[in-house]
């Protein structure tokens, strides 16, 4: 799913071709993209752009008389741009958003259809669709603590939660808490003053750091490698892979569809943490330290 860094340069790319020109009008290839009724969406028809901005994990265009058409592109929803049209044979093909000097598309991949597109009135109806989570690069560490601790959840589910913060994903969410060398299971409440602002540091300096490797990568084109695997990240997606701090191999835990992805040595004391698919195979004799994995291994 992209997160706030993609989101933000998918949004810096589109304000750069829409803000300032017309929406001749949006098709909707899928019955089960368009998530609203009111307004409707022909409203939204020959309207000027006058803003493009992030919503959490959602892209949200304004146009003239105050309307919002608003994307949340989920796991595997991506946005393209030309100047020429599409091709309209796709399947993967959701919806078109025709403007007066170009076309901007979405696509999404696989057979689940979970990419949404809701048309939301002024200010009010925008906020309505937002979670409510703080923006992780405008929250000062008092703030920040604050709303770590208002429940008691792992790491990985606090940061992930967008009623607690804003546009942190699976894949960034792995990145900071390896930058932080805290556990992703750790619970929030347990956590110490050094822990929490270490965390904070970490949010801030990952968030930003790959905002701007993104950029670089894009070179003012439209991003159109936008993935949540990518060369450089430290553990995320890189099961069995050495870690980039200490050498040990980046372990995970399977759950679902997501997995997380963590360094035993540097997040966990050396522990391993029980990953739900191997351990009700292994009960017993699941591996507790990477030394017992290792044995475990060569039986």
Request: aromatic fraction near 6%; glycine fraction near 8%.
């Amino acid at each position: 799913m992209p997160e706030l860094p993609d989101i933000t340069v998918y949004v810096e790319a589109m304000r750069a071709r829409i803000v300032g020109h017309r929406l001749n009008r949006v098709v909707v290839r899928s019955p089960f993209l368009l998530r609203s009724v009111e307004p409707p969406l022909s409203a939204v028809h020959g309207a000027m752009v006058n803003e493009v901005r992030r919503v959490g994990k959602r892209i949200a265009i304004g146009v003239a008389g105050n309307l919002w058409l608003v994307l949340h592109l989920m796991i595997a929803g991506r946005l393209h741009w030309d100047i020429a049209a599409p091709k309209l044979t796709g399947r993967n093909l959701q919806a078109i958003f025709e403007f007066d000097h170009g076309w901007l598309w979405l696509t999404e991949a696989g057979t689940q259809r979970r990419a949404a597109l809701h048309v939301a009135a002024g200010e009010t109806g925008l906020n309505a669709l937002g979670a409510g989570g703080l923006e992780p690069l405008e929250t000062d560490l008092a703030g920040f603590s604050a709303a770590l601790r208002s429940a008691n959840h792992t790491l990985k589910r606090a940061l992930t939660d967008p009623h607690i913060f804003s546009g942190i994903g699976n894949a960034y969410s792995d990145e900071i808490l390896h930058r932080a060398q805290l556990s992703p299971i750790a619970m929030t409440r347990k956590l110490s003053e050094a822990d929490i602002a270490r965390l904070h540091d970490a949010i801030s300096a990952t968030l930003r750091e790959w905002t701007e490797r993104l950029r670089a990568d894009a070179a003012g084109a439209f991003p159109e490698k936008v993935t949540a695997f990518r060369p450089g990240m430290a553990v995320h997606g890189r099961y069995g892979q050495p870690c980039p701090r200490c050498g040990a191999p980046v372990q995970r835990i399977r759950y679902a569809s997501n997995e997380t992805n963590y360094c035993a040595v540097c997040q966990t004391g050396g522990r391993l943490l029980a990953d739900r698919a191997i351990s009700r195979l292994l009960h017993a004799d699941w591996p507790r330290t990477l030394d017992e994995l290792e044995a475990l291994r060569k039986r």
